[in-house]
């Protein structure tokens, strides 16, 4: 349990790293945001394409397959067009309307058991997020784009559950990265930047954060139980502040901070609940 809590920290860091270094991409480097998330898709691929079987290629005859790539590429591509102008953190924050959508969809459209409680909590970080977007009092059209990606990735993650039984996990993983990755390539190519060194690197570790921390959460779910570890997803928020704060100088304000209290609060409550 212990190697497990150590890997998801490395993990739930790796991921908000990977958007720092975009985030560098878009406000210093001026790389579009179109070109990063193609490189994340086409970079992730390249990496577990030697690993790919031959059952995994059938997937990509399901339309169903086709629309949950689709949702996880409009994701990648608005958080990345966010965080052009807007901290990490406040960023991480509005993301995370995700998980709440997609415990909506999944009781309406799974007919997945809910509970008055987790619907509570579900409210509270809702709210939680409404105090870092702040729509019509002082939120910005960045914060609306993370809330849009936070809408994607919710609507993915119900996918993801409806359609687990189709394959294995590195399967349709294949399939969001090659479907995605073939659906952005014309817009990856016409943005293509001048590529230096530090663009060159930045790019190759914004694509590596993401991968390595999303493989890396596999890893510490095989070695310990999900009920245990699901609240250190939240840790992203946290890393998020840290970098933003360190790389950036960004300090979230009086609001953002209250906002932020809510959305982690009400996850690790949610995630500790044993119904």
Request: charged letters at 10%; a positive charge; glycine letters at 10%.
């Amino acid at each position: 349990m212990g190697r497990a809590v150590l890997i998801m920290f490395l993990a739930m860091s790796l991921i908000p790293a990977g958007d720092m270094a975009g985030k560098l991409l878009t406000g210093q480097h001026g790389v579009s945001p179109v070109f990063i998330a193609w490189s994340r898709f086409a970079l992730g691929l390249l990496v577990i394409l030697p690993f790919v079987r031959a059952p995994a290629l059938a997937l990509l005859q399901d339309w169903r397959v086709w629309l949950r790539a689709l949702l996880l590429a409009g994701g990648i591509l608005s958080i990345q067009s966010a965080l052009k102008t807007e901290p990490l953190a406040n960023v991480f924050a509005a993301f995370f309307v995700g998980p709440i959508l997609s415990y909506a969809l999944s009781a309406l459209w799974l007919r997945e058991p809910v509970t008055w409680t987790r619907s509570a909590l579900m409210l509270v970080g809702f709210l939680g997020v409404l105090l870092v977007v702040r729509p019509g009092f002082g939120g910005s059209p960045g914060l609306l784009l993370a809330l849009l990606a936070g809408c994607f990735y919710g609507a993915f993650l119900t996918a993801s559950r409806w359609l687990s039984h189709l394959g294995t996990p590195l399967a349709l993983s294949f399939s969001q990265l090659a479907i995605a990755g073939l659906v952005l390539t014309p817009f990856g190519l016409a943005n293509l930047p001048a590529l230096d060194i530090e663009t060159a690197g930045l790019t190759l570790a914004s694509a590596m954060g993401s991968m390595l921390g999303n493989l890396l959460l596999l890893v510490a779910y095989a070695r310990a139980p999900a009920t245990r570890l699901a609240p250190l997803v939240y840790f992203q928020l946290i890393a998020a502040a840290g970098l933003g704060w360190a790389v950036f100088g960004d300090l979230p304000d009086l609001w953002t901070w209250a906002g932020l209290s809510l959305v982690l609060g009400a996850g690790l409550v949610s995630a500790l609940l044993r119904r």
